[in-house]
């Protein structure tokens, strides 16, 4: 049982109506300008609770796994991106969640517990942005403060061949191979201590969620957690 107390999050009707007709449109757009693997489907606890958690290459993530995935996601994006074009109308229509990169903000944190209070799946990426290259870089903790409070499952994902260039190679006909590995849920362990002791305890579970998301990946995709990679049994 889910141990904090949040209001319901609601997604306005009309951003419902544009989830609705646009993930198939993505979907099969995806489809056409790649060749597209997902495994691990069986994974996902379907009608609850739960983070998926993803290594973020490029602007192609987010849209791949929201378009893929079974379930309809709701999500973490940094506030830059509501104010770029396209992407930007992208996002409102999708009705994200906007995160001031480098900022404690206490209502972003509200809002996603209340998304998973109400029985959401959320997505985030624990890098806190996308990288612009294929190798993991070190997670930030505020994945682990949101798990901590709502003591949900963690579903690691890894993302191969959503690099910059794949929209330009999609185009002049390459069809580019794009990989959705999903790994099996896990809970991760009661944070210890306080203070001090307590951030190096948020960071080691933050690390640890990197950990099997590498394992998900080529070995050239895992950077920093290369030594630290758990593969799914």
């Given at each position: ?6 209001p ?7 951003n ?31 009608k609850?609770?739960?983070?998926v ?23 973490l ?13 992208l996002a ?24 998973l ?12 942005g996308?990288?612009h ?7 930030k ?27 330009a ?25 306080t ?39």
């Open positions: 049982m889910r141990k904090f107390a949040q319901a999050y609601r997604v306005p009707l009309h419902r109506v544009v989830r609705f007709l646009f993930k198939p449109v993505f979907r099969g757009l995806f489809h056409i300008l790649a060749s597209i693997t997902i495994t691990g489907a069986k994974n996902i606890p379907f609850q609770p739960y983070m958690t993803f290594n973020h290459i490029s602007l192609y993530d987010p849209p791949f796994i929201l378009a893929c995935w079974p379930e309809m996601l709701e999500i994006g940094a506030s830059n991106v509501w104010r770029k074009p396209f992407q930007g109308q409102w229509l999708y009705y994200g969640i906007q995160v001031h990169r480098g900022e404690y903000d206490r209502v972003v944190f509200d809002k996603a517990l209340s998304v209070a109400s029985g959401r799946p959320l997505l985030m990426s624990p890098e806190g996308r990288s290259i294929t190798a993991l870089r070190r997670a903790p505020g994945l682990a403060f949101i798990i901590e409070k709502a003591n949900v499952p963690v579903i690691p994902v890894g993302i191969v061949g959503t690099t910059d260039d794949f929209f190679r999609s185009i002049r006909g390459k069809r580019p191979v794009l990989e959705m590995h999903i790994g099996k849920p896990f809970h991760l362990p009661a944070l210890t201590g203070g001090d002791e307590r951030r190096e305890s948020r960071q080691r579970n933050a690390d640890l969620v990197m950990a099997h998301i590498a394992g998900l990946l080529p070995e050239h995709y895992r950077g920093v957690y290369a030594d630290q990679a758990i593969s799914p049994d």
